[in-house]
């Protein structure tokens, strides 16, 4: 028995619900495939649904819907980086091993300005997964636009950790100083 395709506004409002739901991104393959439709049709939906306000992020596992509050009580904070991009996943794995998430990578651009990209890793096996699909895709990182100079948006549950994370950068001549 073949599965019926979900249409229009139901297939956004149950893929809104799927994000909502779940505390992992969900990959735009597998909403696909959820609502019988093509993954070109499932970008369509999620730039239809945030341009209605809805907080989905794009990160490199899949899409998340951003929760709001709730107990979430983070520390944040924006810190300069500067290195190959050979050096990419020591940088970012420097960071998880201190239980600090980077959310995002922006960089300043010539023509378009600031430009941020979502990053959201948390652990070593997320950072591998950003990794691979750095390699499999052979996309460039932003930070090549800038001859490896960037700004990542790190949050943790503590101070302490933002605090070990940016000494552990500094130490090994990422982090970007005055």
């Known amino acids: 028995m073949e599965q019926k395709k979900i249409l229009g506004d139901e297939r956004r409002t149950f893929i809104l619900q799927l994000l909502k739901e779940s505390s992992q991104p969900i990959t735009g393959s597998d909403l696909a495939e959820k609502t019988n439709v093509s993954r070109q049709v499932i970008v369509g939906d999620i730039t239809l649904l945030k341009a209605k306000g809805e907080p989905i992020i794009a990160t490199s596992q899949g899409y998340m819907f951003l929760q709001?509050?709730?107990?979430?009580?983070?520390?944040?904070?924006?810190?300069?980086?500067?290195?190959?991009?050979?050096?990419?996943?020591?940088e970012l794995n420097i960071i998880v091993d201190y239980g600090v998430t980077v959310k995002d990578v922006k960089i300043?651009?010539?023509?378009?300005?600031?430009?941020?990209?979502?990053?959201?890793?948390?652990?070593?096996?997320?950072?591998?997964?950003?990794?691979?699909?750095?390699?499999?895709?052979?996309?460039?990182?932003?930070?090549?636009?800038?001859?490896?100079?960037?700004?990542?948006?790190?949050?943790a549950a503590n101070q302490a950790a933002l605090e070990k994370a940016e000494a552990a950068l500094k130490k090994e001549g990422i982090l970007l100083e005055n």
Do not use: W
Request: glycine share 8%; with cysteine; charged share 20%.
């Open 68 to 90: 709001q509050g709730a107990g979430n009580l983070l520390y944040e904070r924006t810190i300069a980086c500067h290195h190959t991009p050979e050096n990419t996943e020591q």
């Open 108 to 155: 300043e651009h010539a023509i378009y300005g600031d430009l941020t990209a979502s990053i959201m890793v948390s652990n070593r096996q997320e950072v591998k997964q950003f990794i691979h699909k750095l390699e499999t895709t052979k996309a460039p990182l932003l930070s090549e636009l800038t001859g490896g100079v960037h700004l990542h948006t790190l949050t």
